[in-house]
């Protein structure tokens, strides 16, 4: 069964730092480009970092500088450390798969998510 | 950044209406679109992607159309099932970007 599982999720304060963690199983993870995407309780859905499949990340403003994305292949494993966290990155965080080929903006399998509170 | 906006955000529907959904994207994505639906504490599930293709599993009641700036969800037959926020992304460039969602909800 594909599975995508997070962890890492908790409660940190402002200027803090956490990694979250996401387990895949079930297909090659090294020939899947991967995304992390958030949503706050009650709001849309705000892309955040995605990898390609040689490990180049992508990234939009809001994060840029803040946030890094990284895999380890080996381990079947995708990650997200965030730094300097505010108020304002609390959310629920989901690892997603990239569709095959051309595709891999598209997000077919989803994790049930892990939640990050910026609180003091 | 490609902007999407979606209308209606919500809407009423009783089961076995049709209802349509639409997406508008500030620039041309000529058809590198996807439809997502997120029922309240769940992930969101890919229904359609490149526009039109249905993913692998989703009913064929669910059907997508449109290229360069409009798009829309098109739900042939309303089950009870369906009722969920239904979300739209362009897939043309980074940022990747979704709309803000449209709520389903039962009449």
């Known amino acids: 069964e594909v599975q995508l599982v997070e962890s890492g999720g908790g409660l940190v304060q402002p200027g803090g730092s956490l990694r979250l963690s996401c387990a895949a199983s079930?297909?090659?993870?090294?020939?899947?480009?991967m995304h992390w995407v958030r949503q706050v309780p009650g709001k849309g859905l705000e892309w955040v970092s995605t990898?390609?499949?040689?490990?180049?990340?992508y990234s939009p403003g809001s994060v840029k500088g803040r946030f890094t994305i990284s895999r380890e292949n080996a381990k079947n494993s995708l990650y997200l450390q965030m730094n300097n966290l505010r108020v304002g990155d609390t959310a629920v965080y989901y690892c997603?798969?990239?569709?095959?080929?051309?595709?891999?903006?598209?997000?077919?399998?989803w994790g049930k998510g892990t939640t990050v509170t910026v609180s003091s | 950044d490609i902007q999407m906006t979606q209308s209606p955000s919500s809407v009423s529907a009783s089961v076995g209406d049709r209802v349509t959904i639409t997406c508008r994207a500030s620039?041309?994505?000529?058809?590198?679109l996807a439809w997502y639906q997120q029922k309240p504490g769940k992930a969101p599930k890919l229904l359609i992607y490149?526009?039109?293709s249905l993913q692998s599993g989703v009913p064929s009641r669910f059907s997508g159309s449109g290229s360069g700036t409009d798009f829309t969800l098109t739900i042939s037959s309303l089950q009870p099932e369906d009722f969920a926020t239904y979300y739209c992304q362009q897939a043309n460039s980074f940022p990747i970007t979704f709309g803000q969602g449209t709520r389903l909800e039962i009449k």
């Open positions: 990898i390609d499949t040689i490990g180049d990340p």
């Open positions: 490149a526009e039109s």
């Open positions: 997603a798969r990239g569709m095959s080929g051309s595709y891999y903006y598209y997000m077919d399998v």
């Open positions: 079930g297909f090659t993870f090294s020939n899947f480009e």
């Open positions: 620039q041309d994505i000529s058809s590198w």
